[in-house]
């Protein structure tokens, strides 16, 4: 029932600034499902990022805080990522997935995931 495409990813210098963009399908977006940033690195399991309720209540991983930020757009049926002060460290592939579950700080709470976008941030 849902359907998730992200874009924005690329490569990015250490200090520097991405935005990360996932369009989602059905019009359920707005009203019943939690949007979330999902993230693996090589040789580690996905770790969750970020994510935003229905109602607009953010959640960050520790690791993001006060770098990163997530909002939606339900007009567009869109949620972003703004990633800034970048870090080496956040070199990953970077997946959207959505939920019904009003909060979703895990890997493991999400249904619908998208096929993810590279974020290489170099030294």
């Known amino acids: 029932q849902v359907q998730l495409v992200e874009s924005g990813g690329g490569l990015v210098q250490a200090g520097g600034s991405l935005r990360l963009s996932c369009a989602a399908s059905g019009r359920t977006f707005s009203s019943s499902y939690t949007m979330g940033w999902l993230r693996q690195a090589p040789g580690k399991e996905r770790e969750f990022v970020a994510a935003v309720n229905k109602i607009g209540s953010t959640y960050y991983a520790e690791s993001v805080k006060g770098r990163f930020t997530a909002s939606r757009d339900n007009a567009k049926n869109t949620v972003y990522l703004q990633m800034n002060s970048l870090k080496p460290g956040d070199t990953a592939v970077y997946y959207c997935?959505?939920?019904?579950?009003?909060?979703?700080?895990?890997?493991?709470?999400?249904?619908?995931w998208g096929q993810g976008t590279q974020v290489t941030v170099s030294s």
């Open positions: 997935a959505a939920t019904r579950s009003v909060v979703a700080t895990s890997r493991y709470e999400y249904t619908y």
